[in-house]
Each structure stands twice: as structure tokens, then as C-alpha cells.
């Protein structure tokens, strides 16, 4: 008599993406917002130049997405637990670095660190086990991401209120490495890697591959990551992802700066900021609700001109009527381009090869870390930030006009294109 097929419960789900959410969140609050909220009071205090201070957030960023491809080989290799508490030690290891930094080796140590362990808890495990959860994966996509953004928001608040308390930056770092070390912990706790759990993600990708939801195309049939790579349509994806990165990395340093010299008082284009990551936050989960029943790559389209709007806004960045633009157009734009890339990339692709796409994708994107220091040499020889915007806003423009373009892709055009490459003809 045959075994009968384990399966998980109901709840497993959705244990599962709060679990993960939480990390997320953490994660985010702990990392990039943060360090950029706290360097000012550990360049006082350690009387470091900004050019070593901004070195090391050019670390963290490089850090992230150089090595965004390894949690896939150990997921691979170890499975999901080990992946994340691997990051996670990584991670308190670097904040820890940070709490105790009295030299600027320890501080380039802890951003270095940080940014490895952000790579093996954050979005490229996150998404993998959700998208082996959910069928419909656009919403738990959303919500996941949307927490994940209320971090950015939250972050800032949990320096001052740590400062505040215990009168010194050094305990911010010391609560992000309790919180990262708990919230890790506790994901994997709640994980399961047995057979219930294969036989489930193989039978949510047998039906994804099957779903006829009105006007969102899923691929029926099998890729492999090999085949994927052959296709305009990935590299149009990786560009989208890419872009978003950029205008984010590159406006948030230079925002506040720029609205200064437009006349604006630094707390109130501070303050813009924070809306405009309140924005983002909201605009994914809106994202990945709509996502069910809305092709995605209308959604790219919407949301890379979003991005557009509020660079130009940026820019000009003269009145209220801008300053609203710009925090709504790069906040709606960031989150759902956010969303819609990566449930595009699963949408076309499927499931199987989505792990290692992702994670190129994000060793693709690293490049949007030079956004700041290509920025910086333009404000140095033009006098303005109003021109780096304006030029970056071409990036999303270009992918815009591409999308545009892009339909559903075919596996026999990636053999097509293999075999040409190779001078044979496809089989």
C-alpha cells in the first residue's frame, strides 16, 4: 500500500511570511537607513572625514550585492535554516563591529559584514521559500516587501529613541544585533525543509503553471536559469530592478542636499524623505494586491513612470506641487517596481529556476552603487544636482520604452538564440 503524500497545514503559509516579514523589517530598519541616521553622531564622536564615512556605506552597498549570489549556492547546498542563520551571525557579527568601532577598520569590517549577512536573510531566501508557498504570490510578494519597507521607515526612529535612552549611538547597533539574532532565530524555527514541505512547492508550481487568471500570463512551461539568461526579456527585468536602485540610492543621498540649496530647510526635506519611504511602503502591498488581476508588466510600465515624474519633480524641486511629486513619484515608483520585477521574473520563468535568477539580478543591480559617486562628481563640476537627476531619470525612461516593447517569452526563441550563438541549429 502506498505512503500517503505528507502535506503542511493551512497555516504554514502564513507563519511562514510573517516569519520572514519580520526579518525583513528588521533587516531594513538595522541597515542602509540607519547608517546613514547614525554616521553623522560616529564622525563627530571619532572625528573620521566624510570621505571615510561614505567608503563605508560604498562597502555596505558593494558588499550586498557582490555577494547576493552565495545565498543561493547554500541554499542550494545547505537549505534555507542554514542560509539565514549563517546570515544572521554574519550580521550581528558586523553590528557588533560597529558598536565597538573606535578605528575606522572596524567600521569598514562592519559594513562589510553587514552588507553579506543583508544578502543571505533578506529578499533572495525571503522570496524563494514565499514563492513555494503561495500560488497567487504577487500579494504575499506585496505584504513581504511592504513590511520590509515600513524598516526603512521605522529605522531612523529606533536610533533616536536608543540615543535618547542610553545617550550614545553605540546602542542602536547593539539592538540591531539582538533584534537581527531573535528575528533570524525565529524563522528558522519556523521553517520546515522536509518532504511535506517538497511535495507542497511542487504542487503550487504544477498548478501555477496551469493558472488562467484574466489577463496575467504565467509560462506553462519549464525554464531552466541556463535558458532564462538567453532572453531580452530577463536582461529588461534586471535593467527595471536596476533602475529603481539607482534613483533610490542616488535620491536619497542627495535630496536632502539638494532641496537645502533650493532654499528648504534640511528637517523639512528630511521629512520628505520619510514620506516618500511611508509611500514606498504602501505602494508594494497595493502592488501586489493588483498584481493578481493586472498584468505586471503594465504595472513596470506604470511604475517606471512614476519614477520618471518624481526625478523631474526632484529637480525642479521649487514648490510644494514638487516636493509632493517627487516623494509620491519615487515612492509609488520604488515599490512597485520593486513588486512587479520580481513577480515578473517568476511569472515568466516559473518557479524552479527563480532562486538563481534573483540572485543575479541582484549581483546585476550592485552597479546602482555608483549612482552616489558618479552624482557627487556632477554636483562638483556642474553646481547642481538638478542635472544628475535629470540624467538619471534617462535610465528609467530607456527601460520604460523597452517594457513596452517586451512580451511573454518562448522557450524555443532562447534555443533559437543559443543555437545561433553557437552556429547550430536549435533542436
Not at 564622536?45 to 552565495?70: I, K, N, P, R, V
Not at 560597529?98 to 572596524?106: K, Q, S, V, Y
Request: aromatic fraction near 12%.
Amino acid at each position: 500500500m502506498s505512503q500517503p503524500v505528507p502535506a503542511l497545514s493551512a497555516s504554514y503559509p502564513w507563519r511562514v511570511l510573517a516569519a520572514f516579514s519580520l526579518l525583513f523589517f528588521v533587516v531594513t530598519a538595522a541597515t542602509f537607513t540607519s547608517l546613514g541616521v547614525v554616521l553623522p553622531s560616529m564622525v563627530t564622536e571619532l572625528h573620521w572625514s566624510w570621505t571615510d564615512a561614505g567608503l563605508g556605506f560604498t562597502l555596505l552597498g558593494l558588499a550586498c550585492g557582490l555577494s547576493s549570489f552565495l545565498p543561493a549556492l547554500a541554499i542550494r547546498r545547505f537549505g534555507v535554516r542554514l542560509t539565514i542563520i549563517c546570515g544572521a551571525v554574519l550580521l550581528v557579527t558586523g553590528f557588533l563591529c560597529l558598536f565597538n568601532a573606535h578605528g575606522i577598520a572596524a567600521y569598514f569590517c562592519g559594513t562589510t559584514l553587514v552588507g553579506i549577512g543583508y544578502s543571505f536573510v533578506a529578499t533572495v531566501p525571503g522570496t524563494y521559500v514565499l514563492g513555494r508557498c503561495f500560488q497567487r504570490q504577487s500579494m504575499a510578494f506585496g505584504i513581504y516587501f511592504s513590511v520590509g519597507g515600513l524598516g526603512g521607515f521605522v529605522g531612523p526612529w529606533v536610533y533616536f529613541f536608543a540615543n535618547a535612552l542610553w545617550h550614545t549611538w553605540r546602542m542602536h547597533w547593539m539592538l540591531a544585533a539582538l533584534a537581527i539574532g531573535a528575528s533570524a532565530v525565529l524563522t528558522a524555527l519556523l521553517l520546515r525543509e522536509d518532504e511535506a514541505e517538497r511535495n507542497t512547492a511542487a504542487t503550487i508550481a504544477a498548478a501555477a503553471r496551469q493558472d488562467t487568471s484574466p489577463g496575467v500570463y504565467h509560462t506553462t512551461q519549464s525554464w531552466t536559469a541556463q535558458q532564462a539568461l538567453r532572453t531580452p526579456q530577463f536582461y529588461i527585468i534586471a535593467a527595471a530592478y536596476t533602475s529603481f536602485l539607482l534613483v533610490g540610492i542616488t535620491s536619497n543621498s542627495f535630496a536632502v542636499a539638494h532641496l537645502s540649496d533650493n532654499g528648504y530647510a534640511p528637517a523639512l526635506a528630511a521629512s520628505m524623505l520619510s514620506v516618500q519611504a511611508l509611500i514606498n511602503a504602501l505602494a508594494r502591498i497595493g502592488g501586489g494586491l493588483v498584481g493578481e488581476v493586472m498584468e505586471p508588466r503594465r504595472l513596470l510600465m506604470g511604475s517606471l513612470f512614476c519614477i520618471i515624474v518624481g526625478l523631474v519633480a526632484l529637480s525642479i524641486g521649487n514648490s510644494w506641487l514638487m516636493l509632493g511629486l517627487f516623494a509620491a513619484g519615487i515612492g509609488i515608483g520604488y515599490g512597485l517596481t520593486f513588486v512587479t520585477t520580481s513577480v515578473l521574473l517568476s511569472n515568466y520563468f516559473g518557479r524552479g529556476p527563480y532562486l538563481s535568477l534573483f540572485a543575479i539580478i541582484n549581483l546585476i543591480s550592485t552597479t546602482a552603487c555608483f549612482g552616489p559617486v558618479l552624482g557627487g562628481a556632477m554636483k562638483d563640476r556642474l553646481g547642481s544636482f538638478s542635472s544628475v537627476f535629470l540624467l538619471f531619470a534617462l535610465v528609467p525612461v530607456a527601460v520604460l520604452l523597452a517594457a513596452s516593447f517586451m512580451r511573454p517569452p518562448s522557450r524555443s526563441e532562447a534555443g533559437a538564440s543559443s543555437a545561433a550563438a553557437s552556429g547550430r541549429a536549435p533542436i
